[in-house]
């Protein structure tokens, strides 16, 4: 089956700081990769939808500057969480799209804690 | 614009017992609908997803849901409760075929199971 990985799994870093989380789709090409923010005991918030080779597509609110996405091969996508604030604390989640349209493999997740 | 509704942020049942999570949906355009499962610090996994074929749709671990376009619903329901099924349950829905790829998310059940 469709296996998306993300690295690192748990990660503390101090304000101020940056932050890469990558997403990787291990066993199939994914032109388009969507990248979620889950607050403790909240629903998933889309963030962005990363289509490889071109800009990232960001949902109204989120800051393109702050949270950089890069979309380099069709089996990478990154997540730059940059000069991150405890107010960035939260679970990243990455999903791959398969080749059809209704199929979305999520990775394992991201736990980020600021301090 | 897409939106999900999930009635009741938890639910209990006793081992055994049915179980029935709501979830309505609201969508311009024929919709995909899924139901994911999460277990604590854990990413997403699929239970059931509609794509416009059969209104009811059977999933894993015994789940099924049946889509009623008259009711805008997507219910998720079992049988009979093993105490494994103690989870968050989230039910998504995207913009079928010809919209975008990306979910939007209800605000989660969480599913208790009393011995």
């Known amino acids: 089956g469709a296996v998306v990985s993300q690295h690192p799994s748990r990660v503390i870093c101090k304000s101020g700081t940056s932050v890469k989380i990558e997403c990787r789709s291990l066993?199939?090409?994914?032109?388009?990769m969507f990248w979620y923010r889950q607050f403790p005991k909240k629903s998933l918030m889309l963030m962005a939808t990363?289509?490889?080779?071109?800009?990232?597509?960001?949902e109204q609110g989120v800051e393109k500057d702050k949270f950089l996405i890069n979309h380099a091969s069709l089996t990478l996508s990154t997540l730059t969480v940059t000069s991150a604030h405890p107010e960035d604390s939260s679970f990243y989640i990455c999903?791959?799209?398969?080749?059809?349209?209704?199929?979305?493999?999520f990775g394992p997740g991201t736990r980020l804690t600021v301090t | 614009a897409q939106s999900v509704t999930q009635l009741g942020s938890h639910v209990s049942v006793s081992e055994g017992a049915l179980v029935l999570l709501r979830c309505n949906y609201s969508?311009?355009?024929?919709?995909?609908l899924f139901w994911y499962v999460q277990y604590p610090n854990q990413g997403l996994q699929l239970l059931l997803k509609?794509?416009?074929?059969?209104?009811l749709v059977k999933g894993i671990n015994g789940f099924e849901a049946e889509f009623k376009k008259s009711e805008t619903s997507f219910h998720l329901t079992k049988p009979s409760a093993h105490m494994s099924d103690a989870a968050e349950y989230f039910c998504?829905?995207?913009?079928?075929?010809?919209?975008?790829?990306?979910?939007?998310f209800g605000s989660g059940t969480r599913l208790q199971v009393q011995p």
């Open positions: 998504a829905v995207s913009e079928g075929d010809t919209g975008r790829r990306a979910l939007t």
């Open positions: 990363s289509n490889e080779g071109s800009k990232a597509t960001y």
């Open positions: 999903s791959a799209g398969g080749q059809a349209t209704y199929e979305q493999y």
């Open positions: 066993d199939f090409q994914a032109t388009t």
């Open positions: 509609y794509t416009s074929a059969a209104t």
């Open positions: 969508s311009s355009v024929p919709p995909y």
